[in-house]
């Protein structure tokens, strides 16, 4: 028996080696659990902390994620909006694609009691592989097969996308529509990058909830992790009052740092007996944006659809999705070489401005992360690839291999494995 809240929770009726035990409660481990609770499925939950999803604000593009999968999805939503925004200094832009967003505090109010004792929150992982999971008390618990969801893990050099995020209520000001934009009262503005540009590109993120409720984050696309929190909450308290919004009060707080990967070293284990992870462990994310949900959204559904066909169509399935996304994200591993080692910390923002001006279903394939070879061509092209070549010449580099490693998207280019001496790039 276990204490989750006022609730005891009491593991009864367990076979003695579970069909699956998944680690980690946070979003991939906890839509894994919700469709497996659709099968005749014996499984487990494990949570190191009280509750599931942690303290986070997921977000998504209707688009990112298959029809099927949008009305299960939908039960957990926690806000919806016909459209979104964003602003730059040379391109404002409204676009007709449906944005969602999740609280984790729902995620858990909506999927614990469904899960009921398929959930085992506040409990520690000493160890655990393919088939067993030794707990920190000394209970080891075995299933025929175990998912590791227990967040990401340092692959390769990495740049990051980090925030500070504060849930605010505000009392708006009848002028504020000229300094803010009324837009942002009723729609997200996902990129605000007309404001200065500090530890790379940055860039405000805002939801609004209600009409006097927000969500504001100072996002920055940086090479370094560090966040100095107290100096950009005072940016965000200016950033509100530049828009005549004043806040009343802070009603939560959110701090994050994604990793945007450069370089990558395969996720899978080479051992026989390892745990297949999933997630954020597996790699399972948007590269250049950091978007997860899509990624655990589409992990639930294999695992759901391959249930009937049994447990090694299960564990082939998983392991050609996490070989399948690797090999599809080299793509944009590769934009955020370019974007992190070729343009200037404050001028990235140009790079994004660029891109938004693309059509928009060329964006929706990219947040889905399903760019077709004609996108991949259009957003290589034009800034992106001038301000490359601008730091060869600037740096004196005679040479910059702009399509290092074997990637699998590559060869789909038409690329063929040739021996060359030498590239050099004329002035």
């Known amino acids: 028996m276990i204490a989750r809240g006022r609730v005891q929770i009491v593991l009864t009726n367990f076979p003695s080696k579970l069909d699956i035990i998944i680690v980690g409660g946070g979003l991939a481990g906890g839509l894994i659990a919700k469709r497996l609770l659709d099968r005749n499925v014996s499984f487990l939950l494990i949570e190191s902390s009280p509750s599931l999803g942690g303290h986070h604000t997921w977000s998504y593009h209707e688009t990112d994620i298959p029809p099927e999968c949008r009305e299960w999805m939908r039960a957990f939503q926690s806000y919806r909006w016909d459209s979104h925004s964003i602003q730059f200094p040379k391109l404002s832009r409204t676009l007709e694609t449906p944005y969602c967003t999740l609280l984790s505090s729902d995620f858990d109010s909506k999927l614990a009691p469904l899960l009921g004792n398929h959930f085992r929150p506040n409990t520690r992982v000493k160890d655990l592989n393919r088939g067993m999971v030794a707990l920190e008390d000394g209970t080891v618990l075995e299933a025929k097969l175990v998912l590791d969801a227990r967040g990401w893990t340092p692959q390769g050099l990495t740049a990051y996308q980090k925030f500070v995020g504060l849930e605010v209520e505000v009392e708006i000001s009848e002028d504020s529509g000229a300094s803010g934009g009324s837009v942002q009262w009723t729609t997200p503005m996902l990129m605000d990058a007309t404001v200065p540009q500090l530890d790379g590109f940055r860039f405000m993120y805002t939801l609004p909830f209600s009409k006097n409720r927000f969500l504001i984050e100072d996002t920055y696309y940086s090479t370094q992790p560090d966040l100095n929190i107290p100096e950009i909450e005072k940016r965000i308290w200016n950033y509100a009052a530049d828009r005549g919004w004043k806040i009343q009060s802070v009603l939560r707080k959110e701090v994050g740092c994604l990793p945007l990967p450069l370089t990558a070293t395969f996720p899978l284990s080479q051992r026989s007996d390892a745990a297949i992870p999933v997630g954020l462990r597996a790699g399972l994310f948007h590269a250049t944006t950091g978007y997860s949900l899509p990624y655990a959204v589409a992990t639930a559904e ?126």
């Open 302 to 427: 294999l695992l759901f659809k391959l249930w009937p066909l049994g447990l090694a169509a299960v564990e082939s399935g998983l392991k050609n999705r996490i070989e399948d996304n690797w090999n599809q994200q080299s793509f944009y591993r590769l934009l955020n070489r370019m974007l992190f080692w070729a343009a200037k910390p404050t001028e990235r923002y140009k790079v994004l401005e660029k891109f938004y001006s693309l059509p928009s279903p060329t964006i929706e394939r990219f947040y889905a992360g399903s760019s077709t070879l004609f996108d991949r061509a259009r957003i290589l092209s034009g800034v992106l690839m001038a301000n490359t070549i601008q730091w060869c010449c600037e740096n004196n580099r005679h040479e910059f291999d702009f399509m290092r490693g074997d990637e699998d998207y590559k060869y789909r280019l038409g690329g063929v494995n040739r021996f060359v001496m030498r590239a050099r790039l004329t002035r």
